[in-house]
T-cell receptor, first 113, second 112 residues
Framework: GDSVTQMEGPVTLSEEAFLTINCTYT??????LFWYVQYPGEGLQLLLK?????DKGSNKGFEATYRKETTSFHLEKGSVQVSDSAVYFCALSPGGATNKLIFGTGTLLAVQP | DTGVSQNPRHKITKRGQNVTFRCDPISEHNRLYWYRQTLGQGPEFLTYFQNEAQLEKSRLLSDRFSAERPKGSFSTLEIQRTEQGDSAMYLC??????????FGNGTRLTVT
């Protein structure tokens, strides 16, 4: 079945470092791809999305490009801040009637000043 | 837009007891989802409603679990005869047909 694989964390970076969190997926058909973020004590929030191949989603300095040839949707940010410390989840929606999401296991990012 | 609201935030219960959680979705959203999240894992899909109709249930949803959305607005998730393995964060999300899922803050269940 459809699935999402994320790099394991925690990822620990110094402020202003470059961030990459890898995400690959397995899906039949043409899924939509998402990154959600969960800040400490808060609910999941949509960070960015891409609905078709070669689309680039971007928000708050984060970017991810839908790569069909490598079945990947890696999250990047050029210069992280302490406030970016959170758990990041890659997810796919297989499409169809329900619009449900299938999540990866999450990657904890800790940014140190 | 007040967001998705879930109650209670925390629930501690003894094994064998029944528990019920409530979710109030964003008012204009006709789709409602329940997920379960255990420590160190991503959320796992449990069930989906479109208006009041329950259209999909995961194999994770055993016979002890039941969800309702009687008037197509709020939803309840009941777990009967709770087991320690039911301890998890239960998340509710809502959406419209052309919007992404919006999640609540969840109900954390601890079964002792």
């Amino acid at each position: 079945g459809d699935s999402v694989t994320q790099m394991e964390g925690p990822v620990t970076l110094s402020e202003e470092a470059f961030l990459t969190i890898n995400c690959t997926y397995t899906a039949t058909g043409y899924p939509s791809l998402f990154w959600y973020v969960q800040y400490p004590g808060e609910g999941l929030q949509l960070l960015l999305k891409a609905t078709k191949a070669d689309d680039k989603g971007s928000n708050k300095g984060f970017e991810a490009t839908y790569r069909k040839e490598t079945t990947s949707f890696h999250l990047e940010k050029g210069s992280v801040q302490v406030s970016d410390s959170a758990v990041y989840f890659c997810a796919l929606s297989p499409g169809g009637a329900t619009n449900k999401l299938i999540f990866g296991t999450g990657t904890l990012l800790a940014v140190q000043p | 837009d007040t967001g998705v609201s879930q109650n209670p935030r925390h629930k501690i219960t003894k094994r064998g007891q029944n528990v019920t959680f409530r979710c109030d979705p964003i008012s204009e959203h006709n789709r409602l989802y329940w997920y379960r999240q255990t420590l160190g894992q991503g959320p796992e899909f449990l069930t989906y409603f479109q208006n009041e109709a329950q259209l999909e249930k995961s194999r994770l949803l055993s016979d002890r679990f039941s969800a309702e959305r009687p008037k197509g607005s709020f939803s309840t998730l009941e777990i009967q005869r709770t087991e320690q393995g039911d301890s998890a964060m239960y998340l509710c999300a809502s959406s419209s047909s052309d919007s992404p899922l919006h999640f609540g803050n969840g109900t954390r269940l601890t079964v002792t």
